[in-house]
């Protein structure tokens, strides 16, 4: 791996490498990867290994008109989602210039109906005018998600700024309490929540909704003729059927307000636990 820049902007050391082709972008840490630019693919393999190209299925759940990724970093969600969904509009947001300045120089950062915007995601957020069919967070800071945004007020203006039957994503690292109060947040406010762990990763997904589907059956089954995987981009079939072993449906019991996992009732204490 070669390094090709490095960056001191003030908030942020940025690093730039290549290797074999690829362009990939990392921040403070050089164990982290936050984008990766490979001009003639624009999903990064191997699929299941990395959690930005499950982003791309969910366009599929139902007809979507305009997007929100909050932490762009060098743009690999927004040119994925440019590529499999032309037609859909897309606000990124960021919040260090220098990060854009250098997406744009090596990482091909202007796609088509993108719009970027460097501002705090949180502000943003609280003051756009603009309603989302999805919101997909992955704002990193210090290794994780940043921990402003693991609050109620920021959930509330999420929600605020969703079209029924959005979707809200988040991308975070599995870590004790953050862990946990980041499963309690979503089912304080989503009717429907999901969990998944990428695979050779420690990354998780964690999936918000008011839509009324079910994942597991509107999205995830393995069958091959089915409409569902029919209807996805042949590049995308792995990802629904990766999606369909390991998504795992989290949600209240009507009974005792415990919270179900899979089949097995635990408490809001223990939510820091798979």
């Known amino acids: ?18 290797d074999d082709g690829k362009k990939i972008l990392k921040i403070n840490a050089l164990t982290e990867t936050h984008s990766v630019y490979q001009k003639d693919n624009s999903l990064v393999e191997p699929l299941e290994g990395h959690y930005w190209n499950f982003i791309n299925l969910f366009p599929y759940m139902a007809p979507m008109r305009r997007a929100l990724i909050i932490g762009l970093g060098a743009g690999t969600m927004t040119r994925q989602l440019a590529e499999f969904h032309p037609d859909l509009l897309v606000d990124g947001v960021e919040i260090d210039p220098e990060i854009i300045r250098i997406a744009e120089e090596h990482f091909s950062l202007r796609q088509k109906n993108l719009t970027v915007h460097q501002a705090d995601g949180i502000q943003f957020v609280k ?42 994503i988040t991308n975070y690292i599995h870590e004790g309490r953050l862990h946990g109060k980041i499963k309690i947040l979503f089912l304080k406010n989503f009717k429907e929540v999901y969990l998944m762990q990428i695979a050779d990763s420690i990354n998780y997904l964690i999936i918000g909704t008011d839509s009324g589907k079910h994942l597991n059956e509107e999205m995830c089954s393995t069958g091959s003729t089915t409409a569902t995987i029919n209807k996805l981009h042949s590049r995308l079939r792995p990802l629904a059927e990766y999606m369909a072993k390991h998504l795992l449906y989290i949600r209240k019991t009507n009974e005792k307000g415990g919270i179900i996992m899979g089949e097995k009732i635990i408490d809001e204490g223990k939510l820091s636990l798979n």
């Open 127 to 168: 003051e756009c005018p603009q309603r989302y069919d999805l919101i997909v967070l992955d704002a990193f800071d210090e290794g994780n998600l940043a921990k402003a945004f693991v609050e109620q007020e920021f959930f509330t203006d999420v929600k605020n700024k969703l079209d029924k039957g959005g979707y809200f």
């Open 1 to 18: 791996m070669k390094l090709m820049q490095k960056t001191n902007s003030g908030r942020n050391t940025i690093f730039v490498f290549e």
